[in-house]
T-cell receptor
Framework: GENVGLHLPTLSVQEGDNSIINCAYS??????FIWYKQESGKGPQFIID?????DKRQGQRVTVLLNKTVKHLSLQIAATQPGDSAVYFC????????????FGKGTRLHILP | ETGVTQTPRHLVMGMTNKKSLKCEQH?????MYWYKQSAKKPLELMFV???????ENNSVPSRFSPECPNSSHLFLHLHTLQPEDSALYLC???????????FGPGTRLTVL
């Protein structure tokens, strides 16, 4: 998961612009990656996933990019809306190994009006 | 609203109390999970059940005791907790282990 400090990184984006949230994962053997969104007072919500045999996957207004060479994952949100304000975190899983899941700490996305 | 419910939503307990958290999923999933979410820390996986069998115990202290009577219900029994156990406890379920997980709203636990 993400190697972050004690505070949550924050990304501030103008409404209507595109957002890019990054994640550095730790295990080069991880083969399944997921992005979750957590709004205040709620549990995390699945956004999109990608397997290691792909480098890009698109959903509705979201795109996940995977760069296995540098162990980097990104989430792109198109035309950011106020409802996108939340904490976003990535998770990695090595399904063929010890099959654990590791979550990153998260990035807070703040939408500017 | 997700198909995973948790009760209670808030719980305050003393260090000598015994309490239980309940989770129920209405999605027909086979795997269920307990997570701990603390400020300044990533989401921590505590326990995993697949087809009612515990498949993961992530070095969790014995003062946390899970129970999975069937594939729809999951409990977390708490006793002699410490103040550092105060956190948001999240339950989740998925059809396949670790794939797309559906989370409940969590129980906000405060240990005095």
């Amino acid at each position: 998961g993400e190697n972050v400090g004690l505070h949550l990184p924050t990304l501030s984006v103008q409404e209507g612009d595109n957002s890019i949230i990054n994640c550095a994962y730790s295990n080069s053997a991880s083969d399944y990656f997921i992005w979750y969104k957590q709004e205040s007072g709620k549990g995390p919500q699945f956004i999109i996933d990608i397997r290691s045999n792909m480098d890009k996957r698109q959903g509705q207004r979201v795109t996940v990019l995977l760069n296995k060479t540098v162990k980097h994952l990104s989430l792109q949100i198109a035309a950011t809306q106020p409802g996108d304000s939340a904490v976003y975190f990535c998770a990695e899983n090595h399904s063929g190994g010890d099959d654990k899941i590791i979550f990153g700490k998260g990035t807070r996305l703040h939408i500017l009006p | 609203e997700t198909g995973v419910t948790q009760t209670p939503r808030h719980l305050v307990m003393g260090m000598t109390n015994k309490k239980s958290l309940k989770c129920e999923q209405h999605l027909g999933h086979n795997a269920m999970y307990w997570y701990k979410q603390s400020a300044k820390k990533p989401l921590e996986l505590m326990f995993v059940y697949n087809f009612k069998e515990q498949t993961e115990n992530n070095s969790v202290p014995s003062r946390f005791s899970p129970e999975c009577p069937n594939s729809s219900h999951l409990f977390l029994h708490l006793h002699t907790l410490q103040p550092e156990d105060s956190a948001l406890y999240l339950c989740a379920s998925s059809q396949v282990t670790y794939n797309e997980q559906f989370f409940g709203p969590g129980t906000r636990l405060t240990v005095l």
